[in-house]
């Protein structure tokens, strides 16, 4: 989405691998990331980057929310990783010639759009599942320089999926939860577990 220094982005699903990393990412290139997060993770996604914090559980209509908290700052890009009911809220939230970008949908893969929207504001919308190899040795530059670094949240025995599993449908993490194959837990994976 051509995110440079000074923009505002607005980033969905905020709270996992993708999310935090795009918090990081922001931050890396000069932009100012807006995380869209649930309660109890805004603390830790500030510590690496976010900005300012819009939850889904506010009580308000989601637009409301994002605008109470942005105020009249411009949204020059979204990085959504959610999709589903949010889709057109995230279209409007976009100033003119605001870029929409989509890895992941989360919420649901088909969503509903108002094309007026698209055309009437001149937005580009992108998807990307990986990028491209330009991409990926500029993002291997700011892994090196420790401008991005990965966040586990914590690791799991695979005798104890059940429990990882719990905590992913939950929500209940930062960053990545990462399952270890019992045989190596003590060496690989106990070191992470909280």
Not at 11 to 37: H, Y
Not at 130 to 158: C, H, N, S, V, W
């Amino acid at each position: 989405a051509r995110v440079a220094a000074g923009e505002n982005v607005l980033i969905t699903g905020a709270g996992g691998g993708v999310g935090s990393g795009l918090i990081q990412l922001c931050r890396a290139r000069g932009a100012v990331p807006f995380a869209v997060t649930s309660r109890g993770k805004g603390e830790r996604l500030q510590k690496i980057g976010a900005e300012d914090l819009i939850y889904r559980d506010s009580g308000k209509s989601f637009f409301e929310s994002v605008r109470q908290v942005v105020g009249e700052r411009p949204i020059d890009v979204v990085a959504d990783l959610v999709a589903g009911p949010l889709f057109n809220d995230l279209l409007r939230l976009l100033r003119p010639e605001g870029r929409y970008t989509t890895a992941g949908a989360i919420a649901g893969p088909v969503v509903q759009l108002d094309l007026r929207t698209m055309y009437l504001k001149h937005l580009e919308l992108h998807g990307s599942s990986q990028g491209t190899r330009g991409a990926f040795a500029r993002l291997i530059q700011y892994i090196e320089a420790g401008k991005i670094t990965a966040i586990l949240d914590r690791t799991f025995p695979l005798s104890k999926i059940h429990q990882a599993q719990t905590a992913f449908m939950n929500k209940e993490y930062v960053g990545k939860l990462v399952v270890v194959p019992d045989r190596h837990w003590e060496q690989v994976g106990a070191p992470y577990a909280t």
